[in-house]
């Protein structure tokens, strides 16, 4: 295995590891190569919606976090990445248990790029069906971010 993959994926583990949201929503790292990365979830009870079901957010999310780790592994250091535009197909109704979803991209350029996924349960079945459209710019500090005045 080419040993740039390898810290690659251990960058991404780490990165989504220290993010509160992902260790809210059980999110991990499955695989990770340039333009390719596959994420997945237990979803249990706080992932229901009020049928029992998984939430469609839930199943949006994990789409949309793979596709944009899928972004990232093919930035330029000093880059990040944010998604402008989220389409998704609800195919199946996703229920307890593993899902896992695969971003894949399919055009990445200086300024924008583009990507699919495809989120699963354990057993195989296609629950969503997801486009993206990322935005690509220049790393920032946060100072441009609007401030909470409440």
């Not at 237990?42 to 199943?59: S, T």
């Not at 999310?61 to 093919?74: N, P, Y």
């Not at 930035?75 to 307890?96: C, D, N, W």
Request: proline letters at 2%.
């Amino acid at each position: 295995m080419d040993p740039d993959e390898n810290e690659m994926l251990r960058e991404l583990r780490r990165t989504v590891d220290e993010t509160a949201f992902y260790a809210w929503a059980g999110i991990s790292i499955v695989s990770a190569t340039e333009g390719d990365v596959e994420v997945a979830m237990e979803a249990d009870p706080r992932h229901l919606n009020i049928q029992g079901l998984v939430h469609g957010g839930m199943l949006a999310t994990l789409a949309d976090t793979a596709m944009g780790l899928a972004v990232r592994t093919t930035l330029e250091r000093g880059s990040r990445h944010v998604t402008i535009q989220l389409g998704v197909q609800f195919l199946s109704a996703g229920r307890q248990g593993r899902i896992s979803a695969r971003g894949r991209v399919v055009r990445s350029g200086r300024q924008i790029a583009n990507a699919e996924a495809e989120v699963v349960n354990d057993a195989g079945r296609v629950l969503a069906r997801a486009q993206s459209t990322v935005a690509v710019t220049a790393e920032r500090d946060g100072s441009d971010l609007p401030v909470d005045r409440q």
